[in-house]
């Protein structure tokens, strides 16, 4: 699968059948407006080629809705537990996973990977002995986001590592090399007893292994239709690739927010800019920061590959977010619309500071 430079691009559509009806207490009441809204959703989807959505919604640190629209087979509802490649957003888990290992002070965010991993690239290199997790996961490596778009293959160094920002899947792996070099564990390992274990995440890994449920896995589609592909990875990939569902990483997310197996200086680095992207916009550890005013943010990641657009947005003062899943390339056309009615005006900065 080719890995594409991430920029996820909430642009605005206006053929969604926005039409609501007023929630009252009666449940039945209720249940026939969502019914509705659902309709009104899927017609959409539709008319827009749009296969699946896989939809998380947060409210107050409770998972307070799971459902993925379309069909799957066709003619068929796709169900709630149905397996996504979410692409980049795989990042957040592996930055959660070495500031769990920081937190636990078995690993050190300002340590020279070097001291557990220098790719043979750029060994003669001497920036290497640069790189730390915080520069890895503030994407301020220097590194392009993958070798194989350089005319040599190669890794290289395009700028002094911690001087500037720019995206880079090669900086995760990176990691990923040191953390198995000292822990003599694979990631997926790691992630396992750190996170998807103590969260019951059982549908979530970064490979496709026999406990896998092909029937519920979302194949990805072209913006005409035509189906990729299935990759099955058989090795971690710390930046792409990893395979849950919406409600085990929405409880991953409550998790974050919640500040679950990190120190309070880990947590609050986290969430604290390391390098502007643009304005209002920058990079902590692992999560994308959107300034949201009278010192509210928001912690984002988005996802994009053959077949795949992915995004979350949460808000940890209050507590709420949204997760966002689709299988296909254009699939972030679904994104302003439900950003907006589920994180209200907080969704609106969102897409105000990502489109400006």
Same mark, same amino acid.
């Given at each position: 699968?080719?890995k594409a ?5 909430l642009c605005f559509f206006?053929?969604y059948?926005?039409a609501?009806?007023? *929630?009252k207490?009666?449940?039945q009441t209720n249940?026939? &407006?969502q019914m509705?809204h659902?309709?009104?959703f899927?017609?959409w989807m ?5 296969p699946?959505?896989?939809?998380g ?5 409770k ?5 993925v629209y =379309?069909e799957?087979p066709?003619g ?5 537990d149905?397996l996504?490649n979410? &692409? ?6 592996? &930055?959660?996973?070495a500031?769990k290992?920081v ?7 300002d ?5 557990y991993w220098?790719d043979?690239?750029?060994a ?5 002995k640069? /790189?730390t997790?915080?520069?890895v996961?503030?994407?301020q ?15 290289n160094f395009?700028?002094?590592?911690g001087?500037?920002?720019q ?8 990691l990923?090399?040191? /953390?198995?070099?000292?822990f003599?564990?694979?990631l997926?390992?790691?992630a ?7 969260l019951k995440?059982n549908?979530?890994?970064y490979?496709?292994?026999e406990k896998k449920d092909?029937? *519920?896995f979302s ?6 239709g ?5 990759v099955k990875v058989?090795t ?5 690739d990893l395979?849950?569902?919406?409600s ?10 919640n500040g679950?197996g990190?120190s309070?200086k ?11 992207t ?5 990079? =902590?550890l692992g999560?994308?920061?959107?300034d949201? %005013?009278? %010192?509210n943010?928001?912690?984002?990641h =988005?996802g994009a590959d ?13 507590k709420?977010g949204?997760?966002?899943f689709t299988?296909?390339?254009d699939?972030y056309k679904s ?7 589920y994180l209200?005006?907080?969704g609106?900065?969102?897409v ?5």
């Amino acid at each position: 699968m080719n890995k594409a430079t991430v920029i996820i691009s909430l642009c605005f559509f206006t053929s969604y059948l926005s039409a609501q009806t007023e *929630r009252k207490s009666d449940p039945q009441t209720n249940q026939t &407006a969502q019914m509705d809204h659902d309709k009104a959703f899927e017609q959409w989807m539709k008319e827009n080629k749009v296969p699946n959505i896989g939809l998380g919604v947060i409210k107050n640190g409770k998972l307070e809705k799971v459902k993925v629209y =379309g069909e799957s087979p066709k003619g068929t509802p796709a169900p709630d537990d149905m397996l996504f490649n979410v &692409a980049s957003v795989t990042k957040p888990v592996t &930055a959660v996973v070495a500031l769990k290992l920081v937190s636990k002070e078995k690993w050190n965010l300002d340590e020279p990977l070097a001291n557990y991993w220098t790719d043979p690239d750029i060994a003669q290199d001497p920036r290497n002995k640069k /790189l730390t997790a915080r520069i890895v996961l503030s994407h301020q490596t220097g590194f392009p986001n993958w070798r194989w778009m350089n005319a040599d293959k190669k890794l290289n160094f395009q700028f002094d590592p911690g001087t500037k920002y720019q995206y880079s899947g090669e900086g995760l792996e990176y990691l990923r090399r040191a /953390l198995e070099k000292k822990f003599g564990k694979t990631l997926n390992e790691l992630a396992g007893e750190l996170i998807f274990q103590p969260l019951k995440m059982n549908d979530t890994s970064y490979i496709w292994d026999e406990k896998k449920d092909a029937t *519920r896995f979302s194949e990805g589609y072209d913006k005409d239709g035509k189906m990729y592909k299935t990759v099955k990875v058989s090795t971690a990939n710390a930046a792409d690739d990893l395979m849950t569902t919406v409600s085990d990483y929405s409880r991953f997310l409550i998790s974050v927010m919640n500040g679950d197996g990190l120190s309070k200086k880990v947590f609050e680095d986290m969430k604290t800019s390391q390098v502007i992207t643009k304005q209002g916009k920058s990079f =902590g550890l692992g999560f994308e920061i959107y300034d949201l %005013g009278d %010192g509210n943010i928001a912690l984002s990641h =988005g996802g994009a590959d053959q077949g795949v657009q992915t995004l979350f947005v949460i808000i940890p003062k209050t507590k709420d977010g949204v997760v966002i899943f689709t299988n296909v390339d254009d699939g972030y056309k679904s994104f302003e619309k439900l950003l907006t009615e589920y994180l209200g005006e907080y969704g609106k900065k969102v897409v105000e500071i990502e489109t400006k």
